[in-house]
């Protein structure tokens, strides 16, 4: 599965940005899809899953309260609006195909698409 992440950047603390993640118009919404992200010389991160119809979601608590991810089913599209943007947001975010439904840890068995780099500024 290809998956084409895109709207990284460079921001300063404080602002937003808004990440997409288009799945091709073979996956169909009964997975989960998220974005994990990482940084240099740390673990992978869990930043926010939602469910294949965007009736459930699952956030890091880092995430909560500043970045929301939603999902567009008839565009086979997942974004993942990011405000309050602070210096140790930036990593490379990935967007991730879940194997299922189940939105907790989808990382070890999904399909990963291209990271982009959210570099914030301080």
């Known amino acids: 599965v290809q998956l084409q992440a895109s709207g990284g950047g460079l921001v300063q603390a404080g602002g937003s940005l808004r990440l997409s993640c288009a799945a091709p118009?073979?996956?169909?919404?009964?997975?989960?899809m998220g974005w994990y992200r990482q940084a240099p010389g740390k673990q992978r991160e869990m930043v926010a899953v939602?469910?294949?119809?965007?009736?459930?979601?699952n956030y890091a608590e880092s995430a909560k309260g500043r970045f929301s991810i939603s999902r567009d089913i008839a565009k086979n599209t997942v974004y993942l609006q990011m405000n309050s943007l602070k210096p140790e947001d930036t990593a490379v975010y990935y967007c991730?195909?879940?194997?299922?439904?189940?939105?907790?840890?989808?990382?070890?068995?999904?399909?990963w698409g291209q990271g982009t780099q959210v570099t914030v500024s301080s």
């Open positions: 118009g073979s996956v169909l919404a009964i997975n989960a």
């Open positions: 991730i195909l879940g194997a299922d439904n189940d939105i907790g840890d989808i990382a070890d068995f999904g399909s």
């Open positions: 939602i469910t294949g119809r965007g009736d459930r979601t």
